[in-house]
């Protein structure tokens, strides 16, 4: 695992994105799409291959793959496209994988559109302790929760439900200084 300089801490331009991709820190089981890569996160998108859960976990210290052995309902096959029933609990395996450099971290968040079709959607990764969260140096697959609020929805292989944005450093924190204002008026 390399360790890469940033010059500013915060979250990455489209174009420190678009180095970790060239340099393999991001990977995809097919090439990216010319639109994936937004001016500060990257889009994720579904892969062919998911499963339908009896609820919600976290891996914990597991894989994602070992916590769905004890907990699947049965494997889907995306390929041809799929409806998602509502208030039922899916995990997709996504295209894309990480082998963040030290320095990196990452967290996902619903794309405007998942939200406004009420799907809740969180990421998974192997033996990750919080929903959305990528540590440093992770170096694995990622996985997606996706769970139909209101209706069922049709998803296949490249549908893109949750974005991911990488961060480095710290940025400076923001402090509180108490500071007075004289309203009594002076000579002058």
Known sequence: MQSIEFPTPGILPCQSIEALIAGGAIASDTPFDADQ???ASLDLRLSDQAWRVRASFL???RTVEDRIADVSMHTIDLSGGVVLE????YIARLQERLSLPRGLIARANPKSSTGRVDVFVRLLTDRGASFDDVAE???GALYLEISPQTFPILVRPGTRLNQLRLKAGEPPKLETR???VELQGGEG
């Open 178 to 180: 108490s500071v007075g």
């Open 59 to 61: 891996p914990g210290k």
């Open 86 to 89: 509502r208030g039922c609990v």
């Open 37 to 39: 890569v937004q001016p």
């Open 137 to 139: 140096g992770y170096e």
